[in-house]
């Protein structure tokens, strides 16, 4: 037990086969196999980065993302789904996740990472995911990001709309300027979010001042 007392540091659903690995190492080692008791810890080691890895990208970054903008954007509405949607989904993912990591950890060993890696089924997985994901945000882009300009002219009788003119080349195309705009600032700069504050406030402040919004 005391070598399972050292530090780890992995996904906490990844993580669980890493769990499964160990206990098959263990199991092999009681049984009388050559597997020494630093070639336990050091697999452990080995198999934190990659799985880390892994569950950060498919789970984290990619479903909770996404179940995230969904529930969002019903409790916005007033739907009181929307809380559920978000929460449901991922305690499933959380119980069934660990339950499927440590199964398959323990029974594929030290080859889970190998195969997990050497498939393409997890890259297609969190490509679609990642579509997926994309259309919630561009979605939410035209439901919740309001820009409109207010600019009118007269020539003649007839009424020239600034808006009507945007609209006719794309719908909702200011809101996807300016979204497009901060996700350029926040990548190219390190302290972008302040930036898109403060540029939200001034275009805000200048543009009602003006008489552009």
Not at 20 to 29: C, P
Not at 197 to 203: E, G, K, P
Request: a positive charge.
């Amino acid at each position: 037990m005391m070598r399972h007392n050292e530090f780890f540091n992995c996904h906490p659903y990844t993580g669980n086969a890493v769990i499964g690995v160990s206990l098959a190492l263990e199991e092999q080692r009681a049984v009388g196999k050559p597997i020494s008791a630093e070639a336990i810890s050091s697999t452990k080691a080995a198999l934190m980065g990659p799985l880390s890895s892994i569950g950060d990208s498919v789970f984290k970054a990619t479903f909770m993302t996404i179940f995230a903008a969904i529930g969002a954007a019903l409790a916005l509405d007033g739907n009181p789904a929307g809380p559920f949607v978000f929460l449901i989904p991922n305690v499933l993912l959380n119980v069934c996740s660990r339950w499927l990591f440590i199964r398959y950890g323990y029974e594929l060993g030290t080859n889970l990472v190998v195969k997990m890696k050497g498939s393409s089924i997890i890259d297609k997985f969190v490509e679609g995911a990642t579509i997926v994901g994309m259309m919630v945000v561009g979605a939410m882009i035209v439901g919740f990001v309001n820009l409109n300009v207010g600019c009118v002219w007269m020539i003649g009788e007839k009424e020239i709309i600034l808006q009507d003119i945007i609209n006719s080349l794309m719908p909702s195309l200011l809101p996807l300027l300016l979204v497009l705009s901060y996700y350029w600032i926040l990548v190219k700069n390190k302290k972008g979010m302040y930036v898109c504050i403060i540029a939200s406030f001034a275009l805000g402040i200048v543009g009602k001042a003006v008489g552009i919004f």
